[in-house]
Every structure is written in C-alpha cells, then in structure tokens.
C-alpha cells in the first residue's frame, strides 16, 4: 500500500514539474511576443491569405487542444489552473465534443492564439474533432507563426508520430470510415507527424 501511494506521489510530483515548465516556456513565449494587434491592425497587402483562414488577430496567449476522456480531470485541468495563476489568458473547451466538425467559434479560438498546446494522449487520434483542431493548429503556425508545443501524456512520442500502438487502431478505423475521402485521413496523418517531430515535452513513461 505505501508503495502505491509513493508511486502516486511521485507520479503527482512529475507531472507538476512538467506543467510548471510548460507554463514557464509560454510565459516567457507570451512576453516576448509582439503585442496583440488591434482589429483595423492588419496589414492591408495580405491578399494570399487562405480562404478558410481569416486574418488574424489575437485574443488568447494559448489554446490547449487535448481529449477530453482522456485527460480533462487531469492534466488539461491542472495546466489550466496554473496558466490562469500566472495570467496567461487559455481557451480550453471543456464541453463534450458534437458534431462531425469543430466550431467555428473553435477555429476562431485557434486562429486568434498565439501559442497552442497539443495534449497527445491514448485517444486523441481516435477524434475526428482533435484531428481537425490539429490540422487547423499547423495552418495557423504555418501562416501566422503561431508557436505549438506537444505534450505527450501517457503515449510515446514515437506511436505518435508514426501511428502505432492505440493510434495505428485509431487510423484504421478512420480509413474505414473515410474511405471514400482518404485525403482527409493522409492530412491528418501528416499532421500528427508534424505536430510529433515538434520540440515538446514526453510524459508517457511516468504512470509506473
């Protein structure tokens, strides 16, 4: 029993310490970023700017993007809190996802963000609505330079990036699925990748 609740402790401790970097990081990300820009801000010669991707103009200093089965009583609630302590303005959508498609009042959240957190957990290629908060997350760093840090709780980084393990499951499902429109699983293929080989923290081989 002291065992357990020793490995629990330690198990708590990492995971504060590891939140408490990630906090650090976007503090120091949002303070060295230039300021928000004003609504009639925007540079009047961004005609190339994608149709599905308006112009920009922040309001929050991060977006979380995580599964909710899989950690909202958890880390996604823990780094919130602390976010909010050190006054860094976060979107997190705690409600249950509907819908074949995000919100656009979601993709509006991503777009007026600076920095976004991916939080890869067992499920999280398993929703057709993280997948595509993902792929909207990488067109904003790619258009806007939006910062995006991957956190990996309880998965290894390498299932994620090459979609083993719960997430070759999850794919298999999707092309089933989606068979008729494979274009869309191979994006989501490429962008969980993307979002993989990105600098971020591993907290997958922390649960004893």
């Known amino acids: 029993m002291k065992s357990k609740q020793m490995e629990w402790m330690v198990m708590v401790m990492m995971m504060m310490m590891m939140m408490m970097v990630v906090v650090?990081?976007?503090?120091w990300l949002t303070f060295s970023s230039p300021s928000s820009t004003a609504a009639g801000d925007d540079d009047d010669d961004d005609d190339g700017i994608e149709a599905n991707i308006p112009p920009r103009r922040e309001k929050y200093d991060v977006f979380v993007s995580f599964r909710g089965e899989d950690t909202r009583r958890g880390i996604t609630s823990h780094l919130h809190a602390a976010l909010l302590q050190k006054k860094i303005e976060t979107y997190?959508?705690?409600?249950?996802?509907?819908g074949k498609e995000i919100r656009p009042a979601l993709r509006k959240a991503i777009e007026k963000s600076t920095h976004s957190v991916i939080i890869f957990s067992k499920n999280y290629a398993s929703s057709t609505w993280c997948l595509d908060e993902l792929v909207h997350i990488l067109e904003c760093e790619e258009r806007y330079g939006q910062k995006v840090i991957p956190v990996f709780y309880d998965i290894n980084p390498s299932d994620v990036r090459r979609q083993h393990g719960s997430y070759a499951a999850a794919f298999a499902q999707l092309e089933k699925h989606f068979k008729d429109s494979i274009d869309k699983v191979h994006k989501w293929r490429r962008a969980?990748?993307?979002a993989a080989?990105?600098?971020?923290f591993d907290y997958s081989n922390k649960h004893g």
Do not use: E
Not at 24 to 27: I, N
Not at 92 to 98: G, M, P, T, V
Not at 197 to 200: I, P, Q, R, V
């Open 24 to 27: 650090m990081m976007l503090r």
């Open 92 to 98: 997190i959508d705690y409600r249950l996802q509907k």
């Open 192 to 194: 969980m990748k993307t």
């Open 197 to 200: 080989d990105l600098s971020g």
